[in-house]
């Protein structure tokens, strides 16, 4: 009899051990629903690099809690509908714990309630969904890229008229909003609002339309190729407009400082003019991101990266707070964390704050000579 029971709890460590050893070697799943292809491509591709990147670092240190991490990527092709299977697929197939998804903001948004019934966090480079009780943004006030514009326009220019061009994803309407709303504030008016579609070919009747109303500037709201364009509509009509545009991948904007010079401003992060900052937490959180980084992609643009690897990283965080990687634990643990110092700024969340940056990062820059600089 006693042999018997000594066998049974014999056997039970034996299971309980094996038991342990297998979820200890369960890969912690990070799910990326990104626009590889399709408008969002550029900064998309840069964002999960990034995210891809933190991972590896922590992974070569043994992961978070022993645990490994790994990615699981899908392509939403920068379409909201696409997003929407995508994450289903990495929710009831992959069973991945936690999503750090792209910019595609109209397709977070589309899946945020089935993640968020499926209690997985999600931290996303883009804005938030309405559903935000499970989704934190990197991404800080979409007013920020705004008011950096006008500050310069009223500090370093003569300007106050400018026109709003935009395109119709939620983030580029939110900007929209936000120029119509607070331009006045700095002494701006705005004379034209004309919007655009990411395929458009061609932008010179909505550039004219600007130009007519007297405008100075153009303040250009929206990603991809179609920077570009407005520049050389601009250079085709001789216009004397400035063109000020969002945040995107230096990629795409080197030709189009070619085309403009002088007459092109973009407003930057941190991490895109490195080098102009002082020695402090800032740029030590930055050259921590930068090192690795710049060993796999060299001189590539490390701003939507940056952001990329503050997902993980306060993922990470969140983890290891709350010693647990079960996603309600997550989820509250991300709800805590105060002045954590990122790439592009610092986090400071809290049960009503899911957007962690509060102080605005950005500069404004140019490109001038092939070299990033910020603008006097």
């Known amino acids: 009899m006693f042999q018997a029971k000594h066998q049974l709890i014999a056997g039970l460590v034996v299971a309980l051990a094996f038991a342990g050893a297998a979820q200890a070697q369960e890969t912690y799943k990070i799910g990326i629903s990104a626009g590889l292809t399709g408008y969002a491509a550029t900064v998309d591709r840069a964002w999960s690099d990034g995210v891809q990147t933190a991972v590896d670092v922590l992974n070569e240190k043994g992961g978070v809690m022993g645990r490994k991490l790994e990615v699981v990527i899908?392509?939403?092709?920068s379409n909201p509908q696409e997003a929407v299977t995508v994450y289903r697929k990495m929710v009831s197939s992959d069973q991945v714990n936690l999503f750090s998804s792209g910019c595609v903001s109209a397709g977070n948004a589309a899946a945020a309630p089935m993640v968020a019934k499926s209690e997985i966090p999600m931290i996303l480079c883009s804005i938030l969904p309405k559903d935000v009780e499970w989704a934190f943004t990197t991404l800080p006030p979409a007013g920020f890229e705004i008011e950096k514009r006008f500050e310069y326009l009223r500090d370093k220019t003569q300007i106050r008229k400018v026109g709003v061009l935009h395109d119709p994803?939620?983030?580029?309407?939110?900007?929209?909003?936000?120029?119509?709303?607070?331009?006045?504030?700095?002494?701006?008016?705005?004379?034209s609002t004309e919007a655009y579609k990411q395929e458009d070919a061609d932008l010179s009747v909505q550039l004219s339309k600007m130009q007519s109303a007297g405008a100075g500037a153009v303040m250009k709201i929206g990603l991809g190729g179609t920077t570009l364009t407005a520049a050389k509509n601009l250079k085709q009509l001789d216009s004397p407009m400035l063109l000020l545009t969002s945040l995107e991948d230096l990629a795409v904007f080197k030709p189009v400082a070619e085309v403009l010079g002088d007459k092109?401003?973009?407003?930057?992060?941190?991490?895109?003019?490195?080098?102009a900052y002082p020695d402090g937490p800032l740029k030590t959180a930055i050259g921590q991101f930068l090192d690795p980084w710049k060993k796999k992609f060299g001189d590539r643009d490390p701003n939507w990266a940056s952001r990329g690897w503050d997902s993980v990283m306060l993922a990470a965080k969140a983890i290891e707070t709350g010693k647990s990687f079960?996603?309600?634990?997550?989820?509250?643990?991300?709800?805590?964390?105060?002045?954590?110092?990122?790439?592009t700024g610092v986090y400071d969340m809290s049960p009503t704050q899911h957007q962690g940056i509060s102080s605005n990062p950005f500069v404004v820059a140019q490109i001038i000579d092939g070299q990033v600089r910020i603008a006097q």
């Open 74 to 77: 899908e392509d939403n092709r």
């Open 169 to 191: 994803t939620p983030y580029a309407l939110l900007q929209k909003d936000v120029a119509q709303k607070v331009a006045a504030k700095y002494g701006i008016e705005v004379v």
């Open 264 to 275: 092109f401003f973009f407003v930057a992060s941190p991490s895109q003019v490195f080098e």
């Open 326 to 343: 079960e996603g309600q634990a997550v989820r509250e643990n991300l709800e805590k964390i105060t002045g954590f110092q990122g790439t």
